[in-house]
């Protein structure tokens, strides 16, 4: 059974930090590009990190840029998303996507991506 399982949201004071794991089941992550998305409520999903499957360069949205930082352990099987000085505007339900053939500016479409996960909540708030 293919599956993407995100874990590590929470609540989180201004300028406190995170770490979102996304871990695959019934396939390898090796060749697959993974993003991180997340959505606010009464917003639109929006595309936050990109990591791709050739050679693990990197992709950030402006608004996180600096701040985020994603990475993988392909022996794990697992994607991270490490978030530091996290913000009130960085709440939402983040949500990891896989595809093997995304690549460019397209990561931030979540129309083209083949796997889903089922979110995990971020709140930053005092």
């Known amino acids: 059974q293919v599956q993407l399982v995100e874990s590590g949201g929470g609540l989180v004071q201004p300028g406190g930090s995170l770490r979102l794991s996304c871990a695959a089941s019934?396939?390898?992550?090796?060749?697959?590009?993974i993003t991180w998305f997340r959505q606010a409520p009464g917003k639109e999903r929006e595309g936050v990190s990109f990591?791709?499957?050739?050679?693990?360069?990197?992709s950030y949205a402006d608004s996180v840029r600096g701040r985020f930082t994603i990475s993988r352990d392909n022996a794990k099987n697992t994607v991270y998303l490490q978030m530091n000085s996290l913000k009130p505007g960085d709440t939402a339900v983040y949500y990891c996507?896989?595809?093997?053939?995304?690549?460019?500016?397209?990561?931030?479409?979540?129309?083209?991506?083949?796997?889903w996960g089922q979110g995990t909540q971020v709140t930053v708030s005092s």
């Open positions: 996507a896989a595809d093997r053939w995304v690549y460019g500016t397209s990561w931030t479409r979540p129309d083209l991506y083949e796997y």
């Open positions: 019934g396939f390898t992550l090796d060749y697959y590009g």
């Open positions: 990591i791709r499957s050739s050679h693990s360069s990197t």
